[in-house]
């Protein structure tokens, strides 16, 4: 239980590290990290496919493409990067605190102590696993979809300005 709590903690401060940093780079490694370590907490909660899709596709491929797409882009100017870098934290300050937020209002009521293991005799149809006794796990997904879909926006919007 220590450990899912630590990993939950090291999966929050790798994506806001992620977000953070100045460099492309560094937030396309910080990415895979993030990817990373939530393949682990996917595998730790006996979902093997769904943490091989993860570690393979989103900490792997998107790595690999986004560090192609990053070596084709003109460097910035270190007073450049410093320029963006005030312009995102003035764009992301509240980010921490709806962390802390979403953090408080899901701990320990929300979120299972032990997992639950259904017995191999029961089928379930895939609506009910996933609205009745999966329906945190799809909340997150969702949530780490919007992510990426809000940061690719993000992203072709500032190429755009340029």
């Known amino acids: ?51 091989v899709f993860e570690l393979s596709v989103c900490a792997g491929l998107i790595t690999a493409v986004f560090i192609s797409a990053i070596s084709l882009m003109k460097p910035l100017t270190h007073k450049e990067t410093i320029a963006l870098s005030k312009a995102r934290i003035k764009r992301y300050w509240f980010l921490p605190v709806i962390i802390a937020a979403v953090a408080c209002i899901f701990s320990k009521s929300a979120i299972p102590t032990g997992i639950r293991v259904l017995p191999q005799a029961v089928e379930l149809n895939v609506q009910e696993v996933l609205w009745n006794s999966r329906s945190l796990d799809l909340f997150g997904q969702i949530v780490i979809v919007l992510a990426g879909v809000f940061g690719t926006v993000i992203l072709f919007r500032e190429n755009n300005k340029k």
């Open 1 to 51: 239980m220590i450990l899912d709590k630590l990993l939950l903690i090291a999966l929050v401060f790798a994506a806001l590290w992620t977000v953070m940093t100045r460099s492309l780079l560094k937030a396309a490694l910080g990415l895979a990290v993030t990817s990373a370590m939530i393949a682990i907490v996917l595998f730790r909660l006996d979902s093997p496919l769904a943490g």
